[in-house]
T-cell receptor, first 113, second 116 residues
Framework: QQQVKQSPQSLIVQKGGISIINCAYENTAFDYFPWYQQFPGKGPALLIA?????SEKKEGRFTISFNKSAKQFSLHIMDSQPGDSATYFC????????????FGSGTRLSIRP | GAVVSQHPSRVICKSGTSVKIECRSLDFQATTMFWYRQFPKQSLMLMATSNEGSKATYEQGVEKDKFLINHASLTLSTLTVTSAHPEDSSFYICSARDGTAQETQYFGPGTRLLVL
């Protein structure tokens, strides 16, 4: 059972455009939703995270939109740059110090110059 | 920010041999460490959760006798792939949870294992 569904699988965006990646979850016990960025041959790095008590969180060019009733959340990358080309993973976990993170399937983002 | 290191970064071994991968938290104490496996163009799959001083908790389908995990200190966890076979070739990534930062997990750079 795939607990966190992510789409699209791949995405091509022109430089300066907006990149949008969507995720949906099933388990209503999840209460922490991080996004990770991974470059080839590297480990994932935390990009931004949100809790379900807010509907939006913005950090620089990156924004998470969260819809608790629909059990969906998305990542928006504004003014996308070639350096943003990477694989992005959404994830979810239940809030405790011992909880594990469930990853989405990933989105390969390419920003065309 | 917090740093997690892995050693080695790449390893090639012959089929049937054992390989040990180290994961270290460099500037914080990690009461919990996680081990993931990532096949090419796929997501990270959790293999096991390791708590300092206790036995690791393995995910369903992961052979505990094949993937030995030791978490002997608050800054070091090791994953040993025993009797490695070509199908074990993968990218192994650890993460460490900072006990003071709740859900924040810091990921290591990964170890590429190739079994010939």
């Amino acid at each position: 059972q795939q607990q966190v569904k992510q789409s699209p699988q791949s995405l091509i965006v022109q430089k300066g455009g907006i990149s949008i990646i969507n995720c949906a979850y099933e388990n209503t016990a999840f209460d922490y939703f991080p996004w990770y960025q991974q470059f080839p041959g590297k480990g994932p790095a935390l990009l931004i995270a949100i809790r379900p008590d807010v509907s939006e969180k913005k950090e620089g060019r990156f924004t998470i939109s969260f819809n608790k009733s629909a059990k969906q959340f998305s990542l928006h990358i504004m003014d996308s740059q070639p350096g943003d080309s990477a694989t992005y993973f959404c994830a979810a976990s239940m809030g405790s110090s011992a909880s594990k993170i469930i990853f989405g399937s990933g989105t390969r983002l390419s920003i065309r110059p | 920010g917090a740093v997690v290191s892995q050693h080695p970064s790449r390893v090639i071994c012959k089929s049937g041999t054992s390989v040990k991968i180290e994961c270290r938290s460099l500037d914080f104490q990690a009461t919990t460490m996680f081990w993931y496996r990532q096949f090419p163009k796929q997501s990270l799959m959790l293999m096991a959760t390791s708590n300092e001083g206790s036995k690791a908790t393995y995910e369903q389908g992961v052979e505990k006798d094949k993937f030995l995990i030791n978490h002997a200190s608050l800054t070091l966890s090791t994953l040993t792939v025993t009797s490695a076979h070509p199908e074990d070739s993968s990218f192994y990534i650890c993460s460490a949870r900072d006990g003071t930062a709740q859900e924040t997990q810091y990921f290591g750079p990964g170890t590429r294992l190739l079994v010939l």
